[in-house]
C-alpha cells in the first residue's frame, strides 16, 4: 500500500465512481479500477459494492475513508509546507554584527534582500566582535560579522571588506587644519579608547608602541559611537572606524584619516560543522555581492 493508492480510493469514494474520479485525477478509468482492487487485495477486504448505481463503500471501506483521508490531509499540509520551504517562506536566519556596523553599514547592505525574501523571520543581535565569534563557534548563529584574529580557528572566515580607522576630533580643535592626522601628533592628545577586544584600538596601541610613542589614553568606551559622542563633547579626541564616525553629525566633530592607514578586515563568518540552511546561502552571496567593490579598492 503506498499514498498514490489511499489518494486514488478517496478520490473515488468522494467523487461518488471510477469515472468522475479518473478525471479529477488525471489518470485513466482502467489505471483507476486497477489501483483499487490491487488496494483491495494489499488489505485483505473489500472497500466497495459494485452495483447497478456504481460503487458504494462498504462498512470497512467507510472506516478505511476516515483514515486514509486524514493521511492524504496531511500530506497535502506537507507537500504545501515543502514547496514553501523552497520558496523560503519559512525561511529563518540568526545573524550577529559588531555594533560599528549594526546602525548604519548593515541595515544598507541587507535593505534589498529582504525586500526580496519579505517572508524571512530574521533574529538580529549586536555584540562585542569575541563573542560573535564564540556564538558562531557554538552553532547558535547562522552568520556573524566582525572582525576577527587569526588564531580563530572554531570558525570558517571570509573577508568582506577592510574597516578604515579615523581620527575624530573636537570643532575648533588644532589639529582640524590638518589634512590628515600623525601619529606623533597624537602623542600629547588625551586619548578616547575603544574596548580591549577591539581589533582598531590593538592596531593602533601596536604601531604607537613601533613608533616609540607614548599614550595618553583615561578613557575606554565599548562602542564608537559613544566615542564620537565623548569627543564632540570636549573630552578628548579619538581613533574609531570610519562606519561609526559616518554616523555621527559632522557639525559636532572633525573627522580626518591617518597619515599611516590603519585598517582591520570585517569577515563574514559561519560554523564549519553546522549545516548551511538554502536562505543563509544566498545571504551569504548577496553581501560577497554588495561588498565586492569595497573589497577590490
Not at 577591539?198 to 596601541?205: M, P, S, Y
Not at 597619515?259 to 536562505?279: D, G, H, M, W
Request: proline share 4%; with cysteine; net charge neutral.
Amino acid at each position: 500500500m503506498n499514498y498514490r493508492q489511499c489518494e486514488i480510493f478517496v478520490t473515488t469514494l468522494e467523487a461518488g465512481s471510477v469515472t468522475a474520479a479518473a478525471q479529477r485525477l488525471s489518470l485513466s478509468q482502467p489505471a483507476v479500477s486497477k489501483s483499487l482492487k490491487m488496494l483491495e487485495a494489499e488489505l485483505g477486504v473489500r472497500l466497495f459494492k459494485r452495483g447497478a448505481k456504481g460503487l458504494n463503500p462498504t462498512d470497512e471501506g467507510r472506516s478505511f475513508y476516515l483514515e486514509a483521508a486524514r493521511m492524504t490531509e496531511s500530506f497535502g499540509h506537507l507537500e504545501s509546507f515543502a514547496q514553501g520551504l523552497a520558496r523560503l517562506e519559512h525561511a529563518r536566519l540568526e545573524i550577529s554584527c559588531i555594533p560599528a556596523l549594526s546602525t548604519g553599514w548593515l541595515p544598507g547592505a541587507i535593505r534589498d534582500f529582504l525586500y526580496e525574501y519579505s517572508d524571512l523571520s530574521l533574529s538580529f543581535r549586536s555584540v562585542s566582535s569575541p563573542e560573535t565569534v564564540q556564538r558562531v563557534a557554538r552553532g547558535e548563529l547562522d552568520i556573524g560579522i566582525s572582525q576577527a584574529r587569526s588564531e580563530d580557528l572554531s570558525v570558517d572566515k571570509t573577508v568582506l571588506f577592510d574597516l578604515h580607522a579615523v581620527c575624530v576630533l573636537p570643532t575648533r580643535h588644532r589639529l582640524c587644519r590638518e589634512k590628515q592626522i600623525r601619529l606623533d601628533q597624537l602623542s600629547s592628545e588625551r586619548l578616547l579608547s575603544l574596548s580591549a577586544g577591539d581589533e582598531i584600538r590593538r592596531k593602533f596601541e601596536a604601531s604607537m608602541l613601533m613608533a616609540g610613542l607614548p599614550l595618553r589614553s583615561q578613557i575606554e568606551v565599548a562602542i564608537g559611537a559613544m566615542l564620537c559622542r565623548m569627543v564632540a563633547d570636549g573630552h578628548g579626541i579619538g581613533v574609531v572606524d570610519e562606519e561609526s564616525a559616518k554616523l555621527f553629525d559632522r557639525a559636532d566633530v572633525v573627522v580626518r584619516p591617518l597619515a599611516e592607514p590603519l585598517s582591520v578586515p570585517i569577515y563574514l563568518l559561519q560554523n564549519p560543522i553546522k549545516p548551511q540552511t538554502l536562505i543563509a546561502r544566498k545571504f551569504v552571496e548577496h553581501l560577497l555581492d554588495v561588498t565586492a567593490a569595497r573589497r577590490n579598492d
